[in-house]
């Protein structure tokens, strides 16, 4: 589906209320049963987004562009978190396997 935005509203202003969580209740509510595999210009039609000010768009993508960033930060900084963890978890693991370190008496006896 092809739309075209009036000039009182940005296009990417537009895909980020298609994007967001009130508009997928929106359709939610609005389709009939359990899924809605296409989204047709009626159900469309019925969508209710709020238009504010262009300029007031534009500070709402800016804000939305910043925590986008935060995110791919935080997850950039989990991912490389995660590969270290992986690796000292190895190199541990191949210690304690080759005698390098004695973890004899670190787990509790099994009790019996």
Sequence with gaps: MRLRCSTAVKAEYLV????SIVVFEQFSLLSRGG??????????????????????QERILSFIDNEIAKLDELTTEANRAIELLKERRTALISAAVTGKIDVRGLAPAPQT
């Design 35 to 56: 899924t809605m595999d296409v989204i047709n210009i009626g159900i469309l039609n019925e969508i209710i987004l709020p238009v504010p000010k262009m300029d007031e």
């Design 16 to 19: 980020a209320m298609l994007r």
